[in-house]
């Protein structure tokens, strides 16, 4: 069996865990739409020169069809629906929350995948995927500490469930793609479009994007390299060799990261409960069922 899938998913899950972190260090000042834009920008600047110098890249983005641009562009338009969610959502309710519930797409990216994709599943596999929600619920019900939910949490979770199923569609859009074009042309139209976009949205909700300071600046730029290229490219680069099915439950272990990290991390210092530990087994157990003889032969 090849590792290399493996090993190269691993890094993105470890890497796109860092996100949150790095979002809620930067000032409470600064727009969420904002720190979208400066993350997908930054990304795609640190891409660019990889596709721009190189012939077969560029050659290959010459040769592309119009309805290959076409639906690189609609993926592009939904990753920035994304990250203009998700981030936000983190303004309204917890790391642990707003990463679990934005990363909860198997329950979208499963059936599709197997209706439209012809990626079947098998009973193990399904097994898998219902012991990993099973698990992100045990994290949601510890989180909330059984108690009610305020109408802040509320909004901040609502924006993080729509943010997961824009994360769903983006898995299956980039799953088609990979199948036929290069992860660096792929990510370089994706970005750009991205990136167009949140500027757009920035702009038509009167976001700024000037009044960050250098140290914010810093952080994002950060985020770019460690969530956008090891987390996000990489990510996209396993979407050739992996179903998709399975790269989005796997993604399922970004909630365990974030959530140690924020426990980790002395200015953050969320302290995972009793919830957080055995809802991370379920989903962990339930990755490494779901990821049993995933490789696209």
């Known amino acids: 069996m090849e590792k290399k899938p493996y090993i190269t998913l691993f890094i993105s899950v470890v890497s796109v865990s860092f996100a949150a972190i790095f979002i809620v260090s930067i000032s409470k ?9 400066y993350r997908l920008f930054f990304t795609f600047l640190l891409i660019s020169p990889v596709v721009l110098l190189r012939k077969k890249f560029r050659e290959e983005l010459c040769g592309l069809s119009r309805t290959n641009f076409l639906i690189m562009g609609g993926i592009g338009i939904i990753l920035a629906l994304h990250f203009a969610l998700w981030v936000t959502s983190l303004d309204y309710t917890s790391v642990a929350s707003s990463v679990i519930l934005v ?5 979208l990216v499963a059936p599709v995948a197997h209706y439209f994709l012809k990626e079947k599943l098998s009973l193990i596999n399904i ?6 929600l099973f698990g992100v619920a045990i994290l949601v019900l510890g989180n909330y500490d059984l108690g009610p939910l305020t109408i802040d949490s509320l909004q901040g979770n609502i924006l993080a469930i729509l943010g997961g199923v824009a994360a769903g ?10 199948k036929t074009v290069s992860v660096a042309s792929y990510a370089f139209v994706v970005y750009a479009v991205g990136a167009i976009v949140l500027f757009v949205i920035c702009l038509s909700f009167n976001a700024s994007m ?3 300071s250098l140290k914010d600046y ?3 730029f950060l985020m770019a390299i460690v969530s956008g290229i090891f987390g996000h490219t990489f990510y996209n680069w396993s979407l050739g060799h992996i179903r998709a099915s399975i790269a989005s439950v796997v993604l399922l272990g970004e909630p365990i990261g974030s959530t140690l990290l924020a426990y980790a991390i ?4 969320q302290i995972p409960s009793k919830y957080t530990l055995v809802g991370g087994f379920f989903i962990l157990f339930g990755i490494y069922l779901t990821s049993k003889n995933p ?3």
């Open 127 to 132: 097994t898998g995927i219902c012991l990993s």
């Open 266 to 269: 002395p200015w953050i210092q």
């Open 29 to 37: 000042n600064v727009s969420p739409l904002s720190i979208s834009f």
């Open 169 to 178: 569609l983006y898995i299956l859009g980039g799953r088609k793609m990979r």
């Open 103 to 107: 990363t909860a797409h198997p329950v």
């Open 218 to 220: 810093e952080i994002i």
């Open 295 to 297: 490789i696209i032969k």
């Open 210 to 212: 000037i009044n960050l």
